[in-house]
């Protein structure tokens, strides 16, 4: 759609309180405008109703029903929604301003999703539709091109415009069908009621898209994928993508399932396979009773395939049922009481892979793939400079350590420390002060000192006018703090008098500054409530007369959704990789070094600053250490897995040794049987599991006396 047309609502004001900014992008229904909100100072998205349809009064129902169901909602995976109007000729939602793209278009970029990625994202898609689905609201067009994607990872579920609402008027049979062919539910297609499982069709097909990186059925001819998704049976995912873990495949094709009561009945009930899939990727699920008669593919068989599969079935039966009477009898002799757990359908003892999470934005242990279910989470907090507030710095135990739990029963605690991110002080106001004890005050604390002449008319030469950033302001330990120093009163004419930059653009400041001979030192930006690029902050106060040349600061704003530019993490790549990544932030590469490493010749492996640290602070190159591939590995640690527990061997170790290592595994050993060998005194001949009085699992071993 060409959006030159709407080009001239720039600048406009809808109900005397947004203003117009730019043209976003015009889709089949509406456009959408950058706006800003003069009342609650803040930018915003205006989804306004196309002009060529505003007649029609099937759109004008359609954009009214869309507001209808985002008003009804509020949930971080779902946009915001903060006015309606469509009582004049210009109907418009208001909603968040969001910075991100499609999912769709960061799929067709990107191709197939790592599996963490297509984990994430449906968990946040299926909480936004477990949400509209308990108002009664199905969405009846999940697709890609209506989940935003932000820089930070988060999902956000839009476009509610065919959406149906509860106790609403019977649709049409147009109505019913309406939705992206490629992913429509077989009854959307086939004109039928729909309910929330069409919803879970929808994604299903989402996540076959974004594992195998293909849609399970296409056709140049809209028609032609209607029928396929009426008829025909998916390509298993793991046929196109081996990688696909086993489970990732079952909840894909459950969800893909022609027969709604054959599909996942609720996204709660997803959303459960989805925390378990997470919490151990090789688990595989038992079938879904009501599947039983499904395909190998996950999908319902053909109308003249049912009753010859429910005839077998029925055949089947008694030797089932054998088969269970006889693993009950040999559970009851063995003395094993699982039939309670077994009827009620609780998780047997599983064994799971502590993911890793170090690096991680923490907000809760479920989001970062620490489910509840199976995980207690400690946290321990510290102050890193390099670090965003928030960000997993370790963790323990380390990622891959197999261990086995019981889902709400036994868990495993993975302990974590949380970036508090930069240490900040508080400054005093050190106004009139000698600047000397000013300098030696503000080094004590940690900060380093800048100084600047400038003129006063109030404060003695040689003391403190003021600083920046200014007293009550918080300081980065570590950073530069400017102390402005009094010349005395200014003579002649050569003072400059600092201006209110504030309100200027960026452009217009730096002009201004210009032509006042003021140099401007740094730029820095940081979220508000502002309009992007206006100026919020200056280092010179306003109406102190300085001498020309002098060095100003400028705060610029980046807008509400600004996200600071951090280094990334270039450890791993190639130095051609790493220039490239490191361009996309405007950094290059510094120092190069070398090292032996088992990382293979020519990868990186360690850079300084640190990934995460804010471009703010002055990185302009980062330096790098590169792999020479000169490395003799050094002796390894073998693992076991004794009664469940995955554990260090220390077989053949000193008792010394051994207990420095399972220390270091966060294990103690437990009861010794001293007995005679001619392995050297001291040395442990065998291991076994046992359990503290806290039921905290040791290692019972034997050890060496030595020779009689």
């Known amino acids: 759609m060409n959006m030159e047309g709407y080009e001239r609502y720039v600048g406009q004001v809808f109900d005397n309180r947004y203003r117009i900014m730019k043209t976003i992008g015009v889709g089949g ?8 909100d003069l009342s609650e100072k803040r930018t ?33 995976n779902v946009v915001k929604i903060y006015n309606i109007s469509v009582r004049s000729n210009i109907k418009f939602i208001v909603m968040e301003y969001i910075e991100g793209i499609t999912l ?3 799929m067709t970029k990107k191709g197939v999703l790592s599996f963490n990625e297509i984990i994430s994202y449906t968990e946040q898609i299926l909480h936004a539709l477990e949400h509209a689905h308990s108002k009664g609201v199905v969405h009846r067009d999940i697709k890609p091109q209506n989940i935003m994607l932000l820089k930070n990872g988060v999902i956000k579920v839009m476009d509610f415009g065919i959406a149906k609402l509860p106790n609403a008027e019977t649709l049409t049979l147009t109505d019913k069908a309406i939705g992206t062919v490629f992913y429509i539910s077989p009854e959307q297609a086939e004109g039928k009621a729909i309910d929330r499982r069409s919803d879970l069709y929808s994604l299903g097909v989402m996540i076959y898209e974004m594992a195998c990186g293909k849609l399970p059925f296409y056709d140049e001819s809209p028609i032609t994928v209607a029928l396929k998704q009426i008829n025909d049976d998916p390509i298993p995912p793991r046929s196109i993508n081996p990688s696909i873990p086993r489970g990732l495949e079952q909840i894909t094709l459950s969800a893909m399932e022609k027969d709604p009561d054959m599909r996942f009945q609720s996204a709660a009930q997803m959303l459960r396979q989805i925390a378990r899939l997470k919490a151990d990727p090789n688990i595989v699920f038992r ?46 002799v063995s003395g094993i009481v699982l039939v309670s757990a077994f009827l009620s359908g609780d998780s047997s003892i599983i064994t799971i892979t502590v993911p890793n999470v170090v690096g991680y934005t923490y907000t809760s242990q479920d989001a970062i793939g620490l489910s509840s279910t199976y995980y207690v989470v400690e946290i321990e907090e510290k102050h890193d400079a390099n670090s965003a507030k928030g960000q997993i710095l370790e963790q323990y135990p380390a990622e891959g350590q197999r261990v086995k739990v019981s889902a709400n029963k036994q868990k495993q605690t993975v302990r974590l420390t949380v970036s508090l991110g930069a240490e900040t002080v508080i400054l005093e106001n050190y106004e009139n002060q000698s600047s000397r004890d000013v300098e030696l005050a503000l080094k004590k604390l940690g900060l380093k000192v800048i100084t600047e002449n400038i003129y006063s008319d109030t404060v003695a030469r040689g003391k403190v006018c003021y600083t920046y950033p200014a007293a009550g302001d918080a300081a980065v330990v570590g950073s530069s703090v400017t102390v402005y120093i009094s010349m005395g009163k200014a003579s002649g004419s050569s003072a400059v008098e600092v201006p209110d930059f504030r309100g200027d653009t960026e452009t217009e400041a730096r002009e201004k500054a210009a032509l006042l001979s003021l140099v401007i030192s740094d730029v820095v930006y940081e979220e508000s409530d502002k309009q992007a690029g206006v100026v919020i902050g200056q280092s010179l106060l306003p109406g102190t007369s300085v001498a020309p040349n002098t060095s100003v600061t ?32 405007g950094l290059k590469l510094g120092n190069r070094s070398e090292t032996a490493s088992d990382l293979e010749e020519g990868r990186i492996v360690e850079q300084s600053p640190a990934p995460g640290t804010p471009i703010s602070t002055g990185v302009v190159t980062v330096d790098f250490t590169v792999s020479n591939g000169d490395y003799e590995a050094g002796p390894t640690v073998e693992f076991v897995e004794i009664d469940g527990w995955r554990v260090p061997n220390v077989v053949g170790m000193t008792v010394k040794k051994a207990r420095t290592l399972l220390e270091d595994n966060e294990l103690a050993l437990g009861d010794a049987t001293v007995v005679s060998s001619n392995e050297p005194a001291g040395t442990i001949l065998s291991i076994d599991i046992g359990y503290d009085i806290n039921e905290d699992p040791v290692v019972n071993y034997e050890v060496s006396a030595g020779p009689n």
Do not use: C, W
Not at 561 to 577: D, F, M
């Open 554 to 585: 400028f705060t610029v704003s980046g807008g509400q959704s600004y996200i600071e530019k951090a280094v990334p993490n270039i450890t791993g790549l190639t130095v051609r990789q790493a220039e490239a990544e490191l361009a996309k932030v």
């Open 29 to 36: 229904m509406a456009v959408v405008f950058q706006a800003y």
């Open 287 to 332: 079938p879904n009773p009501k599947n039983a008669g499904a395909s190998k593919s996950g999908s319902k068989p053909s109308n003249g395939a049912k009753k010859k599969s429910a005839s077998k079935n029925r055949s089947m039966f008694p030797i089932i049922l054998g088969v269970v009477s006889a693993f009950f009898v040999v559970l009851i």
């Open 44 to 76: 915003v998205a205006v989804k306004m109703l196309r002009e060529d349809i505003a007649s029609d009064e099937a759109q004008v129902r359609r954009f009214v029903n869309e507001s209808k169901a985002v008003a009804m909602l509020s949930h971080p």
């Open 104 to 106: 769709k278009d960061y």
